[in-house]
């Protein structure tokens, strides 16, 4: 009986895929060693990034620390048709976290300080279709204004940054189109819940939260 269930090894105890479905694994080794997002959520990362290539706009990564998941992100649209290119932009001070607000973060200033622009673009690799923007949320989006957006992965653990980046995001949000907070359910980024909730919070829009901890919105509408 066990032999007739399809993947059965996948089940511990539920199917769980990023244990190696497809060609998943082809992805995940793109983070090997250079991101402290796990399997599970490499895998929302994965499957929505897919999703979203049927959607008009580019992909967003705010928060990039050794570029892990840049590396996967822009593996998903390296496998596209050149005629079908979409651009990444990466947003990241690339020497560590900015100052934060004790009263809702618990990081500190220079938290995932070792890391550097140089050595993220060796892991992405890609770069006739990724941008590095490096500096501070917010004044990092100056002059984008005009993004449609596809794709946004929003990984800044902090109250401000966080909340700066629903601010320009959600509303250059194609229609269709995702947003997923990684912080959003881990106790060491409290701001980060706060942050996204306080935001959508009588806009209609519902962070659909995932046992991995990340937060979901799609813009329906």
Not at 72 to 98: E, I, Y
Not at 161 to 186: A, M
Request: aromatic content about 14%; overall charge negative.
């Amino acid at each position: 009986m066990h032999d007739a269930i399809p993947d059965a090894g996948l089940y511990q105890p539920l199917f769980s895929p990023w244990l190696g479905l497809g060609e998943f694994p082809r992805f995940l080794r793109r983070t090997e060693g250079n991101t402290l997002v796990s399997a599970d959520r490499c895998y929302i990362l994965y499957s929505l990034a897919r999703q979203a290539l049927n959607i008009e706009g580019e992909f967003w990564e705010c928060g990039v620390y050794k570029g892990g998941t840049a590396a996967l992100l822009a593996q998903v649209l390296a496998d596209l048709p050149a005629t079908l290119r979409r651009n990444l932009r990466l947003f990241d001070t690339f020497q560590g976290m900015p100052e934060v607000d004790s009263a809702r973060d618990l990081h500190s200033a220079g938290d995932f300080a070792d890391t550097s622009v140089q050595a993220v673009k060796a892991v992405v690799d890609h770069d006739h279709q990724v941008f590095y923007h490096q500096g501070f949320i917010p004044e990092t989006f100056a002059g984008l204004e005009p993004a449609r957006i596809a794709f946004a992965h929003v990984d800044v653990d902090i109250y401000k940054s966080v909340q700066d980046c629903c601010k320009f995001i959600f509303p250059r949000l194609s229609r269709g189109g995702f947003i997923v907070f990684d912080d959003y359910g881990f106790r060491t980024c409290p701001g980060a819940r706060a942050a996204v909730d306080e935001y959508f919070q009588g806009t209609g829009f519902i962070p659909l939260v995932l046992p991995t901890g990340q937060a979901v919105i799609f813009k329906n509408a």
